[in-house]
């Protein structure tokens, strides 16, 4: 087993171009994730399919996003302002 400083899991990214940087992201379902997002100097509403619906992500500094990994594994695809992230 891992030992984990902390009981959400969580990863960086970055907003480059209305892209997320890294585009994939793992967590283990059922537990609780922050996405923490560094603006790109505009706002944006990010999406996650069945998980989170239009979140709003600052065009500064840094937005966390805070959801459950889904039960169910597999892909859900994220978007920004729509489009595929």
């Known amino acids: 087993p891992e ?3 902390i009981d959400t899991e969580g990863v960086e990214v970055t907003l480059e171009n209305g892209r997320l ?10 537990e609780p994730f922050v996405m923490t997002i560094t603006g ?5 509403q990010l ?11 600052a ?7 805070e959801f459950t ?5 597999g892909e859900f695809t994220i978007t920004i302002d ?4």
């Open 3 to 5: 030992l984990r400083a």
């Open 82 to 85: 729509g489009n595929d992230a």
């Open 69 to 73: 990994v889904p039960e169910q594994p």
């Open 21 to 30: 940087n890294p585009e994939r992201l793992e967590g283990n379902p059922g």
């Open 40 to 44: 790109d100097g505009a706002e944006h």
């Open 47 to 57: 999406a996650i399919e069945n998980v989170v619906d239009d979140e709003t992500i």
């Open 59 to 65: 065009a500064e500094g840094q937005t966390n996003v």
